[in-house]
């Protein structure tokens, strides 16, 4: 995964406006691509990139270079997609474990909006990396490969918290089902 101009030096030397400039120009798209499978609304999507990108710019003098820059991006853009999921399906104020106990698989009958706000919400119950894995894995599609040159983090750590993603996941998806 290589760039044209090494964005994490010029961050390290605090050339602000040059780091910018490339994030924007370089990771534009693929951080696209992440709120929209976040939001699945094109228009809603770029509101939450433009509201991401004036994070970042805010934020560049926080970049500490622990992870890569992409990383962080895609952080920033995936709250500021679920901020904006929040804001416009108006997320159920009942937590997880209170619609378990409420519903019964009767009255579960979920269009493909509320699906999508369920499963937003169980990743939002994951530790912050197996989160982090289990977007660019499943989301982004990205090999463990590249997210280890994203992340610094070795293949077999990555593989260890998506497992364990994935596990929650399911575990959670189907009690909230009222599966045996």
């Avoid at 991006?73 to 679920?82: D, G």
Wanted: charged letters at 25%; aromatic letters at 10%.
């Amino acid at each position: 995964m290589e760039e044209t101009k090494d964005i994490k030096s010029l961050l390290l030397q605090q050339q602000w406006e040059a780091s910018f400039y490339q994030m924007v120009e370089q990771y534009s798209e693929r951080l696209l691509y992440c709120a929209h499978g976040v939001l699945k609304n094109e228009a809603l999507a770029q509101d939450a990139l433009q509201e991401a990108f004036i994070n970042i710019w805010k934020n560049l003098h926080h970049f500490k270079g622990n992870s890569h820059p992409f990383t962080w991006c895609y952080t920033i853009v995936r709250r500021s997609a679920l901020n904006e999921l929040r804001k416009e399906k108006k997320f159920l104020t009942e937590a997880i474990e209170d619609v378990q106990e409420s519903q019964s698989m009767e009255h579960l009958k979920w269009d493909g909006d509320e699906i999508q706000l369920r499963v937003q919400q169980l990743i939002e119950t994951l530790p912050e990396k197996q989160q982090l894995v289990f977007e660019l894995r499943y989301y982004q599609d990205l090999s463990f490969k590249d997210i280890a040159e994203l992340t610094g983090t070795s293949i077999g750590a990555l593989k260890a918290n998506y497992h364990h993603a994935k596990n929650k996941m399911e575990e959670k998806l189907i009690g909230l089902l009222n599966l045996p």
